[in-house]
Protein backbone atom coordinates (compact mmCIF):
# COMPACT_ATOMS: atom_id res chain seq x y z
CA UNK A 1 0.00 0.00 0.00
CA UNK A 2 1.69 2.80 -1.35
CA UNK A 3 0.33 5.31 -3.37
CA UNK A 4 2.04 8.94 -3.76
CA UNK A 5 -0.18 10.77 -1.64
CA UNK A 6 0.46 8.04 1.41
CA UNK A 7 0.65 9.44 4.81
CA UNK A 8 1.33 8.04 8.15
CA UNK A 9 -0.40 10.05 10.81
CA UNK A 10 -0.88 9.40 14.95
CA UNK A 11 -1.72 10.61 18.28
CA UNK A 12 0.23 10.42 20.91
CA UNK A 13 -0.78 10.32 24.53
CA UNK A 14 0.38 10.12 27.96
CA UNK A 15 -0.93 6.17 27.77
CA UNK A 16 -2.14 5.27 24.18
CA UNK A 17 -0.45 5.75 20.71
CA UNK A 18 -2.74 5.61 17.41
CA UNK A 19 -1.76 5.26 14.25
CA UNK A 20 -3.81 5.47 11.13
CA UNK A 21 -2.51 5.90 7.44
CA UNK A 22 -3.98 8.87 5.58
CA UNK A 23 -5.16 8.86 2.21
CA UNK A 24 -7.19 11.58 -0.22
CA UNK A 25 -10.70 9.73 -1.09
CA UNK A 26 -10.93 7.88 1.71
CA UNK A 27 -13.67 8.26 4.33
CA UNK A 28 -12.21 11.16 6.81
CA UNK A 29 -9.09 10.79 5.12
CA UNK A 30 -8.44 7.59 6.70
CA UNK A 31 -7.55 4.08 4.80
CA UNK A 32 -10.15 1.38 6.43
CA UNK A 33 -8.85 -0.52 9.10
CA UNK A 34 -6.05 1.19 9.31
CA UNK A 35 -6.30 2.23 12.93
CA UNK A 36 -4.13 0.78 16.11
CA UNK A 37 -3.41 1.86 19.47
CA UNK A 38 -0.64 0.66 21.75
CA UNK A 39 0.28 1.66 25.10
CA UNK A 40 3.41 3.28 24.46
CA UNK A 41 5.31 1.37 27.75
CA UNK A 42 5.27 -1.43 24.82
CA UNK A 43 8.27 0.97 22.91
CA UNK A 44 11.15 2.52 24.24
CA UNK A 45 10.29 5.41 21.72
CA UNK A 46 7.92 6.85 19.06
CA UNK A 47 10.25 6.00 16.36
CA UNK A 48 10.05 2.14 17.40
CA UNK A 49 6.48 2.12 17.66
CA UNK A 50 6.12 3.67 14.07
CA UNK A 51 8.22 0.99 12.34
CA UNK A 52 6.28 -1.98 14.45
CA UNK A 53 3.25 -0.33 13.03
CA UNK A 54 4.62 0.14 9.63
CA UNK A 55 5.75 -3.12 9.21
CA UNK A 56 2.96 -4.68 10.34
CA UNK A 57 0.54 -2.73 7.51
CA UNK A 58 3.31 -3.29 4.40
CA UNK A 59 3.21 0.56 4.46
CA UNK A 60 6.01 2.84 3.19
CA UNK A 61 4.41 6.47 3.72
CA UNK A 62 6.54 9.67 1.97
CA UNK A 63 5.63 11.89 5.04
CA UNK A 64 3.82 11.33 8.42
CA UNK A 65 2.09 14.12 10.76
CA UNK A 66 2.13 13.70 14.56
CA UNK A 67 0.02 15.01 16.94
CA UNK A 68 1.41 14.89 20.33
CA UNK A 69 -0.19 15.91 23.67
CA UNK A 70 2.18 18.38 24.89
CA UNK A 71 3.76 21.89 24.26
CA UNK A 72 5.77 21.36 20.30
CA UNK A 73 8.84 24.21 19.77
CA UNK A 74 11.08 23.58 16.96
CA UNK A 75 9.64 20.65 15.84
CA UNK A 76 10.55 18.40 19.38
CA UNK A 77 8.04 17.43 22.00
CA UNK A 78 8.15 15.89 25.26
CA UNK A 79 5.16 14.08 26.03
CA UNK A 80 3.22 14.94 29.02
CA UNK A 81 3.10 11.72 31.54
CA UNK A 82 4.95 9.67 28.43
CA UNK A 83 8.90 9.37 28.69
CA UNK A 84 9.04 10.11 25.08
CA UNK A 85 10.48 12.92 23.51
CA UNK A 86 9.96 13.25 19.67
CA UNK A 87 12.11 15.25 17.79
CA UNK A 88 10.84 15.56 13.74
CA UNK A 89 14.56 15.18 12.10
CA UNK A 90 15.20 11.92 14.04
CA UNK A 91 11.78 10.55 12.93
CA UNK A 92 11.93 11.75 9.17
CA UNK A 93 15.70 10.14 8.95
CA UNK A 94 15.00 6.82 11.10
CA UNK A 95 11.38 6.12 8.96
CA UNK A 96 13.16 7.76 5.67
CA UNK A 97 10.49 10.10 5.16
CA UNK A 98 10.18 13.19 2.92
CA UNK A 99 9.11 15.34 5.77
CA UNK A 100 7.89 14.82 9.33
CA UNK A 101 5.60 17.51 11.64
CA UNK A 102 4.61 17.82 14.70
CA UNK A 103 1.46 19.62 16.22
CA UNK A 104 0.06 19.71 19.66
CA UNK A 105 -2.90 17.37 19.85
CA UNK A 106 -5.74 19.38 20.07
CA UNK A 107 -3.99 21.31 17.07
CA UNK A 108 -4.94 18.45 15.49
CA UNK A 109 -8.45 18.12 17.18
CA UNK A 110 -9.17 21.42 15.78
CA UNK A 111 -8.14 20.63 12.23
CA UNK A 112 -10.46 17.56 12.14
CA UNK A 113 -13.70 19.88 12.50
CA UNK A 114 -13.81 20.63 9.25
CA UNK A 115 -13.50 16.96 7.82
CA UNK A 116 -16.23 16.00 10.28
CA UNK A 117 -19.88 14.44 8.55
CA UNK A 118 -22.90 14.98 10.52
CA UNK A 119 -22.90 11.69 12.01
CA UNK A 120 -19.69 12.37 14.06
CA UNK A 121 -21.17 15.73 15.59
CA UNK A 122 -24.23 15.94 18.24
CA UNK A 123 -25.62 19.30 18.60
CA UNK A 124 -26.05 20.36 22.52
CA UNK A 125 -29.00 22.98 22.47
CA UNK A 126 -31.63 24.03 19.84
CA UNK A 127 -29.12 26.02 17.63
CA UNK A 128 -28.07 23.20 14.44
CA UNK A 129 -24.31 23.19 13.55
CA UNK A 130 -22.97 24.61 10.66
CA UNK A 131 -22.48 23.61 7.76
CA UNK A 132 -18.83 23.58 6.94
CA UNK A 133 -16.80 24.54 3.74
CA UNK A 134 -13.88 26.24 2.77
CA UNK A 135 -16.17 28.50 0.73
CA UNK A 136 -18.30 29.77 3.83
CA UNK A 137 -15.81 32.30 6.09
CA UNK A 138 -16.63 31.47 9.05
CA UNK A 139 -14.59 31.44 12.97
CA UNK A 140 -15.06 28.32 15.32
CA UNK A 141 -14.37 28.15 19.19
CA UNK A 142 -12.76 24.72 19.91
CA UNK A 143 -12.43 23.33 23.52
CA UNK A 144 -11.41 20.42 24.51
CA UNK A 145 -11.44 18.83 28.42
CA UNK A 146 -9.43 15.50 28.70
CA UNK A 147 -6.29 15.03 30.61
CA UNK A 148 -5.78 19.02 30.18
CA UNK A 149 -8.07 21.76 28.56
CA UNK A 150 -7.40 22.67 25.16
CA UNK A 151 -8.59 25.91 23.42
CA UNK A 152 -8.57 26.94 20.08
CA UNK A 153 -9.91 28.80 17.29
CA UNK A 154 -10.51 27.42 13.40
CA UNK A 155 -10.48 30.29 10.81
CA UNK A 156 -11.49 29.93 7.46
CA UNK A 157 -11.30 32.81 5.04
CA UNK A 158 -10.58 32.84 1.33
CA UNK A 159 -10.51 29.32 0.93
CA UNK A 160 -7.86 28.45 3.35
CA UNK A 161 -8.51 27.08 6.65
CA UNK A 162 -6.60 28.28 9.97
CA UNK A 163 -6.17 26.54 13.35
CA UNK A 164 -5.31 29.02 15.80
CA UNK A 165 -3.71 26.97 18.98
CA UNK A 166 -3.75 28.98 22.14
CA UNK A 167 -2.77 28.13 25.80
CA UNK A 168 -6.46 28.96 27.01
CA UNK A 169 -7.15 26.07 29.15
CA UNK A 170 -5.09 28.11 31.33
CA UNK A 171 -6.57 31.33 32.03
CA UNK A 172 -7.81 32.00 35.59
CA UNK A 173 -11.03 30.66 36.58
CA UNK A 174 -14.08 32.76 37.18
CA UNK A 175 -16.83 31.85 39.20
CA UNK A 176 -20.14 32.66 38.00
CA UNK A 177 -22.19 31.49 41.54
CA UNK A 178 -21.38 31.22 45.16
CA UNK A 179 -20.56 28.05 45.10
CA UNK A 180 -18.43 27.79 42.31
CA UNK A 181 -16.98 30.61 44.39
CA UNK A 182 -16.56 28.47 47.42
CA UNK A 183 -14.99 25.53 45.27
CA UNK A 184 -12.47 28.44 44.33
CA UNK A 185 -11.40 29.36 47.30
CA UNK A 186 -10.70 25.55 48.72
CA UNK A 187 -8.72 24.76 45.36
CA UNK A 188 -6.99 28.02 45.56
CA UNK A 189 -5.92 26.84 49.64
CA UNK A 190 -4.77 23.77 47.74
CA UNK A 191 -3.25 24.96 44.31
CA UNK A 192 -2.52 28.58 44.64
CA UNK A 193 -3.81 30.30 41.69
CA UNK A 194 -6.89 28.42 39.78
CA UNK A 195 -6.83 27.79 35.88
CA UNK A 196 -10.18 26.63 33.97
CA UNK A 197 -7.44 23.33 33.80
CA UNK A 198 -7.73 22.56 37.47
CA UNK A 199 -11.64 22.16 37.38
CA UNK A 200 -12.33 20.75 33.15
CA UNK A 201 -10.24 18.25 32.79
CA UNK A 202 -9.93 14.56 34.21
CA UNK A 203 -8.31 15.72 37.37
CA UNK A 204 -10.58 18.35 37.41
CA UNK A 205 -13.60 16.72 37.87
CA UNK A 206 -12.09 14.79 40.60
CA UNK A 207 -11.20 18.48 42.44
CA UNK A 208 -14.69 19.52 42.26
CA UNK A 209 -16.12 16.50 43.99
CA UNK A 210 -13.35 16.56 46.59
CA UNK A 211 -14.02 20.43 47.51
CA UNK A 212 -17.89 19.91 47.42
CA UNK A 213 -17.54 17.11 49.82
CA UNK A 214 -15.33 19.30 52.06
CA UNK A 215 -17.72 22.04 51.85
CA UNK A 216 -20.45 19.96 52.52
CA UNK A 217 -18.98 17.92 55.45
CA UNK A 218 -19.30 14.54 53.81
CA UNK A 219 -16.56 12.08 53.12
CA UNK A 220 -14.91 11.61 49.88
CA UNK A 221 -16.29 7.93 48.68
CA UNK A 222 -15.22 8.15 45.08
CA UNK A 223 -11.42 7.52 44.62
CA UNK A 224 -10.50 9.30 41.09
CA UNK A 225 -12.58 10.94 37.99
CA UNK A 226 -13.68 7.52 36.62
CA UNK A 227 -15.35 6.94 39.81
CA UNK A 228 -17.02 9.92 40.40
CA UNK A 229 -18.63 10.17 36.88
CA UNK A 230 -19.66 6.58 37.53
CA UNK A 231 -21.52 7.16 40.93
CA UNK A 232 -22.96 10.33 39.22
CA UNK A 233 -24.35 8.59 36.67
CA UNK A 234 -25.89 6.08 38.87
CA UNK A 235 -27.25 8.79 41.32
CA UNK A 236 -25.85 6.78 44.43
CA UNK A 237 -23.35 10.15 45.69
CA UNK A 238 -25.08 13.29 45.97
CA UNK A 239 -21.72 15.35 45.44
CA UNK A 240 -20.76 13.11 42.57
CA UNK A 241 -23.98 14.08 40.55
CA UNK A 242 -23.58 17.91 41.69
CA UNK A 243 -19.94 17.77 40.67
CA UNK A 244 -20.82 16.48 36.94
CA UNK A 245 -23.18 19.13 37.22
CA UNK A 246 -20.81 21.81 38.32
CA UNK A 247 -18.48 20.88 35.83
CA UNK A 248 -21.10 20.81 32.77
CA UNK A 249 -22.18 24.85 33.93
CA UNK A 250 -18.65 26.10 34.51
CA UNK A 251 -17.87 24.21 31.36
CA UNK A 252 -20.25 26.50 29.50
CA UNK A 253 -19.16 29.51 30.75
CA UNK A 254 -15.73 28.96 29.50
CA UNK A 255 -17.06 28.19 26.03
CA UNK A 256 -19.60 31.09 25.82
CA UNK A 257 -16.23 33.52 27.10
CA UNK A 258 -13.98 32.02 24.18
CA UNK A 259 -16.84 32.59 21.96
CA UNK A 260 -16.96 36.34 23.26
CA UNK A 261 -13.15 37.07 23.37
CA UNK A 262 -12.65 35.29 19.49
CA UNK A 263 -15.63 36.28 17.84
CA UNK A 264 -16.67 32.81 17.39
CA UNK A 265 -20.53 33.29 16.27
CA UNK A 266 -20.10 30.67 13.64
CA UNK A 267 -20.03 27.84 16.06
CA UNK A 268 -18.55 26.14 19.64
CA UNK A 269 -17.09 22.55 19.36
CA UNK A 270 -16.23 20.04 22.14
CA UNK A 271 -13.80 18.12 21.63
CA UNK A 272 -11.71 15.44 24.31
CA UNK A 273 -12.25 12.26 26.17
CA UNK A 274 -14.35 13.66 28.84
CA UNK A 275 -17.16 14.82 26.39
CA UNK A 276 -19.03 11.40 25.70
CA UNK A 277 -18.45 10.48 28.89
CA UNK A 278 -20.16 13.55 30.48
CA UNK A 279 -22.61 14.06 27.77
CA UNK A 280 -25.54 13.51 29.63
CA UNK A 281 -24.36 16.01 31.64
CA UNK A 282 -23.18 18.44 29.37
CA UNK A 283 -26.51 17.72 27.02
CA UNK A 284 -28.51 18.62 30.37
CA UNK A 285 -29.34 22.05 30.50
CA UNK A 286 -26.77 23.46 32.65
CA UNK A 287 -24.09 23.92 29.97
CA UNK A 288 -25.96 25.51 27.64
CA UNK A 289 -27.88 28.26 30.58
CA UNK A 290 -24.23 28.89 31.57
CA UNK A 291 -23.07 29.23 27.90
CA UNK A 292 -26.08 31.66 27.03
CA UNK A 293 -25.62 33.79 30.39
CA UNK A 294 -23.92 36.64 29.14
CA UNK A 295 -25.75 39.92 30.34
CA UNK A 296 -26.35 41.93 27.39
CA UNK A 297 -25.36 39.44 25.01
CA UNK A 298 -27.90 36.66 25.83
CA UNK A 299 -29.70 36.72 22.81
CA UNK A 300 -26.63 36.58 20.46
CA UNK A 301 -25.01 33.57 22.79
CA UNK A 302 -28.42 31.62 22.24
CA UNK A 303 -28.10 31.56 18.27
CA UNK A 304 -24.34 29.90 18.68
CA UNK A 305 -24.63 26.37 17.69
CA UNK A 306 -22.84 24.11 20.27
CA UNK A 307 -22.08 21.14 19.25
CA UNK A 308 -19.95 17.54 20.82
CA UNK A 309 -17.49 15.42 18.65
CA UNK A 310 -18.38 12.29 18.67
CA UNK A 311 -15.82 10.39 16.59
CA UNK A 312 -13.70 7.75 17.88
CA UNK A 313 -10.34 9.20 16.14
CA UNK A 314 -10.91 13.04 15.69
CA UNK A 315 -7.71 13.50 16.30
CA UNK A 316 -5.78 11.09 13.71
CA UNK A 317 -8.87 13.10 11.49
CA UNK A 318 -7.34 16.13 12.01
CA UNK A 319 -3.67 14.91 11.94
CA UNK A 320 -4.83 13.45 8.32
CA UNK A 321 -6.20 16.63 7.23
CA UNK A 322 -2.68 18.39 7.83
CA UNK A 323 -0.64 16.07 6.40
CA UNK A 324 -3.24 15.29 2.95
CA UNK A 325 -4.63 19.39 2.86
CA UNK A 326 -2.79 21.72 1.67
CA UNK A 327 -5.37 24.83 2.42
CA UNK A 328 -5.47 24.30 6.12
CA UNK A 329 -2.51 25.01 8.48
CA UNK A 330 -1.87 25.65 12.08
CA UNK A 331 -0.14 29.18 13.77
CA UNK A 332 0.91 29.31 17.55
CA UNK A 333 1.20 33.07 18.44
CA UNK A 334 4.73 33.76 19.73
Known amino acids: MNPPDLALVADVGGTNVRFALARRGDADLLVPGSVAQFTVTQFGSMIEAARHYLHGRGATPRRAVLAAAGPVSAGKVRITNNPWVIAAGQVREALQLDGVRIVN ?59 LETEGGHA ?128 AMARVPTVAVMHEHAGLVGAAALALDARLDTVRPS
Request: proline letters at 4%.
Open 172 to 299: SFAPTTSEQAAVQRVLAERFGRVSSERLICGAGLLNIYEALCLLRGRPAGAAGPEAVSAAAAAGEDLEAVSAAEMFAEILGGIAGDLVLSTGAWEGLYLAGGLVQPMLRWLAGGGFRRHFENKGRFAA
Open 105 to 163: DFAAMSAAIAQLRTESLQAIGAAPPLSIDYATPCVLGVIGPGTGLGVSVLIIRDGRALV
